[in-house]
Each structure stands twice: as structure tokens, then as C-alpha cells.
Nanobody
Framework: VQLVESGGGLVQAGGSLRLSCAASGSIFSINPMGWYRQAPGKQRELVARITRGGSTNYADSVKGRFTVSRDNAKNTVYLQMNSAKPEDTAVYYC????????????WGQGTRVTVSS
């Protein structure tokens, strides 16, 4: 499975940005897809995740501001970022796995998001 992200960039605080991640390869083998992020000097953390059936979960820090969605026909997952904050600045990584908790994981190359104050 290959994951290719797009949509990162610079946004002002309070602004919006949408990230996309297209999956290819053995896509039938993946179920939850989502986004992690890693800020400088910090550990990588889960931002949001969505199952093939549409169940979602979010980090508390982004609830109400970010929305994860998925187009199974296009094998693509999205992250709509609204009301961006400087603390959202990080490299965002697309993630996929066969099931939650699987030791087999797939990662994208990362896309940088910078939120200016």
C-alpha cells in the first residue's frame, strides 16, 4: 500500500486547509485511515482516524475544528482543518492499517503545515 499526501502549506491562524491522501496498491487490505502529526521536538500523535464504515475519532485538541472524511471509491482520505491555530503547525502524515491496533502500518511521506500567528 502506498499513501501519497497533498495539500499542506502555509495558512494564517483562523484559516482553513484541506489535506488529501490517496492510497494505492493492496487497498482492499486497509480499513482505518487517518492522520498523525509531528511537531518539532514532539512525538508523533494521532490527529484523526476514520474506518471504512465511517466511524471517526479525533484528538481532543482538534475536536470541533478538524473533520476527517473518506471516499472509499477513490481510496482517499481527507482532513479538513478549520480555525487553524499556530499549535497545529507540524508535519502531517497519512496512516493506514488493516485494522486498529495492527502491527502492520503504512505511512505517507508527510506534508508540512505551518500556521502563522
Amino acid at each position: 500500500v502506498q499513501l501519497v499526501e497533498s495539500g499542506g502549506g502555509l495558512v494564517q491562524a483562523g484559516g482553513s486547509l484541506r489535506l488529501s491522501c490517496a492510497a494505492s496498491g493492496s487497498i482492499f487490505s486497509i480499513n482505518p485511515m487517518g492522520w498523525y502529526r509531528q511537531a518539532p521536538g514532539k512525538q508523533r500523535e494521532l490527529v484523526a482516524r476514520i474506518t471504512r464504515g465511517g466511524s471517526t475519532n479525533y484528538a481532543d485538541s482538534v475536536k470541533g475544528r478538524f473533520t476527517v472524511s473518506r471516499d472509499n471509491a477513490k481510496n482517499t482520505v481527507y482532513l479538513q482543518m478549520n480555525s487553524a491555530k499556530p499549535e497545529d503547525t507540524a508535519v502531517y502524515y497519512c496512516h493506514a492499517s488493516p485494522y486498529s491496533g495492527s502491527l502492520l502500518e503504512y505511512w505517507g511521506q508527510g506534508t508540512r503545515v505551518t500556521v502563522s500567528s
